[in-house]
């Protein structure tokens, strides 16, 4: 295995610092209004979940990538499609740790472009943001940078399921093998689309997640 590939299972691991352990992509939010309160029901949720990164996040990810496309226009889109306060500010939060992370990893200089893409004020250090041009600056294949951004939703969002004691780890992790063979099938649908094409798929998970300050004792921040 080279040192370029273990630079990008660095970058997927649970504990690279962008902030992922607080943060529950309103899976927490999900089960305190009952959006789901079987497995049946959870693996339904998960698969809307993957149904959406698909159809929204990964057109934006794709232009990341595309040195065409208008930073500008780009960032400016994906900000305004936050569309609640717990999103945006989990968003924020996250790509901000992100940048950092990759900055002390592989030196300010590499990301000179990624830094000039995000600025601080408007603040659009979006997670996918950073995540995609940073990515695409330091050279990983769009195809890997797809799966990657596959796998760290899903992860996270099964282990916020199991940290809340929806599920065993035994079970949370055989459907994340499911749920990532059924999601890497359907990339392909959405390997030339760009951020024009971004569409939301998902609103029942969106409208819990939005609530999510409205619980009443959390153990995420999103």
Known sequence: MTAA??????????????GGFAFSSGIEASAKFGLFTSRQ??????????????????????SCFDDAEDPVALRDVYHAGMSSPPMLRSSLVQGRSMLRSLESLVGAD?????????PRSPERRHLLLVYGWGLAE?????????????????????????????MGPMEGHQIQHQLLQEGDRKLSRALNRNFRT???????????????DRIYSKLFQS
């Open 5 to 18: 590939a273990l630079n990008w299972f660095h970058i997927a691991d649970s504990a690279f610092p962008t």
């Open 41 to 62: 029901q959870f693996v339904e949720t998960l698969q809307t979940a993957v149904e959406q990164w698909i159809s929204y996040e990964i057109p934006f990810l794709n």
């Open 110 to 118: 590499a990301l000179t472009r990624t830094r000039e893409r995000v």
């Open 138 to 166: 330091l050279g990983m294949p769009l195809a890997e940078a797809q799966s990657c951004f596959m796998y760290i939703n899903l992860r996270d969002a099964i282990s916020s399921a199991i940290r809340l004691g929806c």
């Open 198 to 212: 971004a569409r939301r798929t998902a609103p029942a998970l969106e409208i819990a997640q939005a609530g999510h």
